[in-house]
């Protein structure tokens, strides 16, 4: 009885050996990847930060002057139907700016993906409000991504000598493109929103710097050379 049992086993443990070598080297194969992943976002990260460290400004008085102030969008609400702290705060910053002379002309870029969704036009409009003439912004209506506003702002409207203006971990991925084009770009950092205010953009982000290197270096998408609107009805 005892051989008999032993043969049992014997016949099966070769097939829950093989189980468990499978196992194992999945675990280590998915360890090794998610290590590789996180390594690749984590130094893309680092790179884009430190090369972008010395032309991002926070203090409004040390900002050199520029003509052109290219103004990246973001919603106004957020999917709550809320105010959208990082649009109000980017907003009173080109505000500021526009009024303290930093910049004299507005390029305006942001997503209109649908005639219910125009963020060039939803920034013009809080400009206007915050007492700016609306004579000197340009809208543009194709700036789907941040890399379309950027490069657009060169090869449709002309413009390689820049301020970039949105919040402070936006404008290193911005301007990164910017001197990828040969632009000769700065930026001013927009009141940042309390912490744990959007972990999601935050997290979004991280993730878009890496994509940022693929685009310049890889991908090569090519923006749209038109800007029309999308009409609401």
Known sequence: MNTTLATDYSNDTPREAVGVRVVKRVIKLT?????FGATVVLVSNWWVVYNTRNQIYFNIHELPTNDIGLVLGT????RTGKENLFFRYRMEATARLWK????????????????????PVDMQRALVKLGIPASV?????????????VVRCKDVFNQ??????SQNFHNARALYIGNHEGMEAIAFAAQDVPDGYSLR???????ARPYALLDVYVLRPQPEKGNLERKRN
């Open 31 to 35: 360890i090794v990847l998610v290590f």
């Open 75 to 78: 919603s106004k609400f957020v």
């Open 100 to 119: 303290e002379g930093k910049v004299k002309y507005l390029i305006l870029s942001g997503n209109n993906d649908s005639e219910y969704y125009n963020e």
């Open 137 to 149: 912004m340009t809208l543009d209506y194709s700036g789907y991504r941040t890399f379309d506003s």
């Open 160 to 165: 390689e000598k820049i301020t970039i203006i």
């Open 201 to 207: 953009t935050l997290v979004r982000e991280y993730l």
